[in-house]
C-alpha cells in the first residue's frame, strides 16, 4: 500500500516534475520507485484551445478546483534539499516521535529526489551532488528507519564517501551534525552567544543582519555555548561509522572548522572572517562564563519574542527547527511551548506526487493568491459573471491576510512595522516583505476598485493607506527596496559571511524585483487615492532612478529571487510602465527588450538555466511555459511595437497545455541568495 499512496495536501498538486522510476531492491517497509496513482477525480477534458483566451479559460476552468475553502490558493514551495533534515533531526534529538506515514512517504520524496547518476542528493532539486545535501538526507533515512545495507544507502554513502566524508560538510551542515552528536562541537567554528549583548549601535551587532540570517545564529548560538547533543544511541553509534571513511575517533575535530568540501563551496571565507574565526578560536578557551551566560541569555529571550510574534511559526524552516530544540532544552518536553511549536510543524510538510517534503516556508500564500487576482483581472476573466463566486473568495482572503498591527514584541525583537503589510505566506506568520506587500495592495486594488461595486471593498480606504505609509518608509536612501526591512549593517559585514553555500546572506540589499513590485503599486493606488500622492511621486522617481541604474549594459536586471534574467525583466518592465517609460518612448526599455528578444528559441519560447543565478551571466535551457509567459509580459508591459515573436511565444504555450487546462511543471524557477 505504501508504494501506492495517491497524493492530495489541503490541495491537489498536479504537474509536478517527471518521477524517476529507479527499481532497486525493496525492504518489507519501504517500498521505492512504485510507480503512483495520479489524483482521479474526474475532471472535464478540452480540446487544444484556438485562442489564447480560449486557453485562459480552460486554465481557470482546472484551477478553480485547487482553490481551498477559505479563498487561497496552496501551492508547493520546494526546492531546496537542506530543509527536511532540519525537521527530522530536530524531531529526533527532541525525542518527538515521527509519524509512520511521515517516515515512508519521507523516504520516498528522498528516493525520488536521488541524483540520477550517483546516488546522492545536491543542495537543491536540480543541483549536483554534495556533502551538504548527501550527508544530511542520509541521515534522514536512517532516522526514518531506512536501513544502512538498503541500496540506496550503499550507493549514497559510496558517493559521500568518494566526496570525502561528512567531515567536510559546509556549517550549516556540521551544526546539524553536532546536534544529532554525529560531529564533534569543536569542528565548528565558533559562534558565540556574546554577540547578541554588544550595544545596538555597534557596526556588525546581530540586529544589523538580513533577517533570515540573524533569526538562524540566534539559536545556532545558543546551542553552540550549550554545546547540546543527543545521547549516544546504537543508531548514533552506526552513523558515526556510516558518515566518515575515517574512524570517528581519530578525525581531528579541530582541523575541520575551514574544511568544506570543494564540489560545496560556493562562498570561501575571506580572510577577514578567517581572521575573525582565529581570533574567537582563542577566545573559546579564556571565555568568560557569565558573558556566556548573558549572551544566552539575550538569545533565549529573543527566540521566545520570535516564537510568540509569529505564533510558533518562526520565520522559516530552518530558525523553526532550531528554536524548536532550543524551547525543548530550556522550557521542557510538556512546555506549552513545545505544545505550540508541534503544534506548528505540520505546517511545513507538503505531501506532493514524490512523498512528503518540508516547505521553504509556512507556504507561498500570499504570493500565489494575488498574482492569480491579477491575472484574472487583466485578462478580464474577472468581469465574467461566472467568475464572480471565485474572484470573491479570493478578495475575502486578501481581506482576512493583511497585516493590522505592529508586532507584539516590535522595537524589542529589532522588529519591521508591519502594519498595513501583507507577508508572503500568512498573516499568522507575520512578518512584512515589501514586494508581497506591494503585490496584494494591486491584488486587492484590482478586485475591489477595478471591478467596480460587484465584489465590494472589505479592504477600508484607511487600511490601504496604512499599505501606502508602510512601503513609503521601506524606501533606502538609494531608491531601492529591501526584502524584510531598510538596510540597516554596512556593506563590509559582508566580508563576514560564514555560511560557505549562499552568497550575499549578511545583510539586506535593495533588489530590482522588490523595487518595481513597490512601483507598480504605488502607481496603482494613486489611480484610486490622492494620499500622500506628492511623496509618492518622490519616492517613484528614486525607485526608477535605482531601477534604470541597476541595469546591465545589455538591458537586463540580475533577479535574486528566481530564475533569473527573464523573471527581473518582466518586473522591471512592468513598473517601468507604471513610470511613464515605453517601448516608444525609452531607451533603457528598448534595449530591455532586445534582450528579451535576442534570448528567444527557435520554437518560440524562453528558457533559463538556474545556472544564471551562481554565474550571473544568462544560461540558456529548453524553453519553459513559466519563463515564457514571463517573458511576454515584459514585452505586453513594454509596448513592444511587433506582433510575431509574442505569438511564437503564445503558440507554443498553447500547444503544451494539457487537456484538463493545466501546465506541467517543467524545470525549477525559483531562486534565493544565487
Request: aromatic share 12%.
Amino acid at each position: 500500500m505504501y508504494g501506492t499512496t495517491w497524493t492530495r495536501n489541503r490541495k491537489l498538486n498536479r504537474g509536478r516534475r517527471r518521477q524517476r522510476t529507479n527499481t532497486g531492491s525493496a525492504s518489507r517497509r519501504y517500498v521505492y520507485g512504485c510507480k503512483m496513482k495520479t489524483y482521479s477525480q474526474s475532471l472535464p477534458t478540452y480540446p487544444p484551445a484556438k485562442s489564447a483566451m480560449e486557453a485562459a479559460e480552460n486554465g481557470l476552468a482546472f484551477y478553480r478546483h485547487l482553490q481551498s475553502s477559505d479563498g487561497h490558493f496552496a501551492g508547493e514551495y520546494g526546492g531546496p534539499m537542506f530543509l527536511l533534515p532540519g525537521l527530522v533531526i530536530g524531531m529526533y534529538v527532541t525525542e518527538t516521535p515521527i509519524p509512520e506515514p511521515w517516515r515512508i512517504e519521507i523516504a520516498r520524496y528522498l528516493w525520488h529526489r536521488r541524483h540520477p547518476e550517483d546516488g546522492g542528493w545536491g543542495i537543491h532539486i536540480e543541483g549536483h551532488s554534495t556533502v551538504f545535501g548527501t550527508a544530511l538526507n542520509y541521515v534522514v533515512l536512517r532516522l526514518v528507519g531506512v536501513p544502512a545495507e538498503h541500496p540506496m544507502m550503499v550507493q549514497a554513502r559510496d558517493t559521500l564517501w568518494k566526496l570525502g566524508g561528512a567531515a567536510g560538510i559546509p556549517s550549516w551542515g556540521k551544526l546539524w551534525l553536532a546536534v544529532l552528536n554525529v560531529y564533534d562541537w569543536e569542528g565548528l567554528n565558533p559562534i558565540p552567544p556574546e554577540l547578541w549583548v554588544l550595544p545596538d549601535f555597534v557596526p556588525i551587532h546581530p540586529w544589523r543582519w538580513w533577517v533570515h540570517t540573524r533569526m538562524v545564529y540566534l539559536p545556532m548560538g545558543f546551542l553552540y555555548g550549550k554545546r547540546f547533543t543527543a545521547p549516544v544511541t546504537p543508531l548514533i553509534e552506526s552513523l558515526r561509522a556510516e558518515l566518515y571513511p575515517t574512524a570517528y575517533k581519530d578525525i581531528d575535530w579541530p582541523a575541520q572548522r575551514n574544511h568544506v568540501a570543494s564540489v560545496d563551496l560556493y562562498a570561501p571565507h575571506t580572510r577577514v572572517v578567517n581572521a575573525l574565526f582565529y581570533v574567537l578560536g582563542k577566545y573559546e578557551h579564556i571565555h568568560i562564563p557569565s558573558l556566556r551566560e548573558a549572551g544566552m541569555k539575550r538569545a533565549y529571550e529573543l527566540i521566545v519574542k520570535e516564537d510568540s510574534n509569529t505564533s510558533f511559526q518562526c520565520l522559516g524552516p530552518v530558525n523553526k527547527m532550531l528554536n524548536y530544540i532550543v524551547r525543548w532544552i530550556v522550557d521542557g518536553p510538556n512546555s506549552e511551548a513545545m505544545e505550540r511549536h508541534r503544534e506548528k510543524l505540520k505546517d511545513f510538510a507538503w505531501m506532493g506526487a514524490e512523498g512528503l517534503m518540508m516547505t521553504g516556508t509556512n507556504g507561498s500564500q500570499l504570493w500565489d493568491t494575488s498574482f492569480i487576482a491579477q491575472a484574472m483581472c487583466e485578462s478580464g476573466l474577472s468581469a465574467k459573471p461566472a467568475n464572480h463566486e471565485i474572484c470573491g473568495r479570493i478578495l475575502s482572503w486578501l481581506d482576512m491576510c493583511q497585516i493590522r498591527e505592529n508586532p507584539r514584541f516590535h522595537r524589542t525583537a529589532y522588529r519591521f512595522a508591519t502594519k498595513g503589510a501583507w507577508p508572503f505566506s500568512t498573516r499568522e506568520q507575520g512578518y512584512t516583505v515589501s514586494d508581497c506587500t506591494a503585490e496584494g495592495l494591486k491584488g486587492v486594488l484590482m478586485l475591489q476598485e477595478a471591478s467596480g461595486a460587484s465584489l465590494g471593498r472589505p479592504v477600508s480606504q484607511r487600511r490601504l493607506r496604512d499599505t501606502v505609509d508602510l512601503l513609503l518608509s521601506m524606501q533606502n536612501p538609494g531608491g531601492g527596496y529591501a526584502s524584510y526591512e531598510t538596510i540597516n549593517g554596512p556593506s563590509f559585514t559582508e566580508w563576514l559571511n560564514p555560511a560557505e553555500v549562499f552568497g550575499n546572506i549578511m545583510v539586506e540589499y535593495a533588489y530590482p524585483e522588490c523595487t518595481t513590485s513597490v512601483v507598480s503599486g504605488l502607481r496603482m493606488f494613486q489611480q484610486y487615492d490622492d494620499y500622500r500622492s506628492a511623496e509618492i511621486d518622490a519616492a517613484v522617481e528614486r525607485a526608477v532612478k535605482y531601477i534604470l541604474g541597476a541595469q546591465r549594459p545589455d538591458g537586463s536586471w540580475y533577479g535574486s529571487w528566481a530564475i533569473c534574467f527573464t523573471y527581473a525583466a518582466m518586473f522591471a518592465l512592468e513598473s517601468l510602465k507604471h513610470a511613464g517609460y515605453t517601448y516608444e518612448n525609452s531607451e533603457p526599455v528598448r534595449r530591455a527588450c532586445t534582450f528579451l528578444l535576442s534570448k528567444q528559441r527557435e520554437d518560440g519560447g524562453w528558457g533559463e538555466s538556474y545556472k544564471s543565478c551562481e554565474t550571473h551571466e544568462y544560461v540558456q535551457s529548453d524553453s519553459q511555459v513559466v519563463q515564457t509567459s514571463w517573458a511576454i509580459i515584459g514585452l505586453l508591459h513594454a509596448g513592444y511595437p511587433e506582433a510575431k515573436p509574442i505569438q511564437r511565444a503564445v503558440t507554443l504555450i498553447m500547444q503544451r497545455q494539457l487537456p484538463d487546462g493545466s501546465w506541467a511543471q517543467e524545470q525549477i524557477e525559483g531562486i534565493f541568495n544565487q
